[in-house]
């Protein structure tokens, strides 16, 4: 199928299952990863939307296009990459979502010493969040400082680095705070070895069979998630790159430059922020044109116009996320 017959079908009517495919093989690799470290809880699957664990629900939910490779490149060309689409990634997120589970399915999040040190469950789930870099108060896991968003997100965190690094974690958290959450974790989960959970549902919220708004409107909204609202004016910084004088007009053209290393600048900002590269393309989308007012023309060497737009793509992206970033919750 062409992607624009893709986009009018209706999500619950794309042909797609877990079993005898990769999301099941990652599946397996997850459940026997967690009766490595003694755990019987197996938290079940299935497709939606995106990744999600729903509240009291353990188990959790896998977006439809890790289901499908044709699917997969259709993610890639609407949004610029596949959340999940590697094995690494895919296990990563996979952890995390486990530990909202594991979560759900013993109601760890009422035990008073998760208050104290992960925060409320019952916190409102912001929109938009500010994380702090350089806080040594979190663990690092998912990209964007994940653990900052939420006192459950938090707790997912650290359950997915205790359950990933073994006992390796106590070396890399020696002398950070966050060490605390990692070793209260370490204490429940060896509590909790062997035991089944008193919470066996196997519900699943928004299962694709039920969702019957088309691809092209779940794109749509989802870019829309996405969208970061950018400083207007680039002007200042694009003539500390680029060039608008006339001893210039025989240089190459700073759109055609840009456009050249553009899905590379992406890549390189999103890997180092942790931002959704829409999000980033949508900013890099705006100095082109921008460029293409100013009729802007690349005066420096190109390799040192590259490091200076990249530079200035990293700060304008870190801007964005102290002013409050936004994400789908995990």
Not at 310 to 320: E, N, P, R
């Amino acid at each position: 199928m062409t992607d624009e017959q893709l986009l009018d079908l209706r999500l619950c009517d794309l042909p797609l299952k877990i079993e005898h495919t990769l999301l099941a093989r990652r599946a397996v690799r997850l459940y026997e990863e967690l009766e490595a470290r003694g755990l019987r809880f197996k938290p079940h699957v299935w497709l939606s939307e995106e990744w999600f664990t729903p509240d009291r629900v353990p188990g959790f939910a896998i977006p439809f296009y890790l289901a499908h490779p044709r699917l997969a490149k259709l993610e890639r060309r609407q949004m610029l990459e596949v959340e999940g689409g590697t094995e690494k990634e895919c296990m990563r997120i996979m952890r995390h979502e486990a530990g909202h589970a594991i979560d759900n399915a013993f109601q760890l999040h009422r035990r008073p010493r998760y208050r104290e040190l992960f925060g409320s469950f019952r916190h409102p789930y912001p929109d938009w969040y500010k994380p702090e870099p350089n806080s040594r108060n979190y663990v690092l896991h998912l990209p964007a400082w994940y653990a900052q968003a939420h006192p459950a997100e938090d707790f997912a965190e650290t359950f997915a680095v205790w359950l990933t690094s073994g006992a390796r974690w106590r070396k890399q958290y020696a002398g950070w705070r966050a060490i605390r959450k990692l070793e209260y974790v370490d204490m429940v989960m060896g509590e909790l070895a062997g035991r089944a959970p008193a919470n066996r549902s196997r519900e699943k919220v928004e299962d694709l069979r039920e969702i019957e708004k088309t691809l092209r409107e779940h794109y749509r909204q989802k870019r829309r998630h996405y969208d970061f609202q950018w400083p207007p004016d680039y002007d200042r910084d694009l003539l500390r790159i680029f060039s608008s004088e006339p001893r210039h007009k025989s240089c190459p053209g700073a759109v055609s430059f840009l456009r050249r290393y553009r899905r590379e600048l992406c890549n390189e900002v999103g890997e180092g922020t942790g931002v959704h590269i829409y999000a980033i393309d949508q900013m890099l989308g705006q100095m082109i044109n921008r460029c293409r007012e100013l009729k802007l023309r690349v005066g420096l060497k190109p390799e040192h116009a590259r490091q200076k737009v990249l530079v200035l793509l990293t700060v304008q992206t870190m801007s964005g996320i102290h002013t409050g970033y936004h994400r789908i919750a995990l």
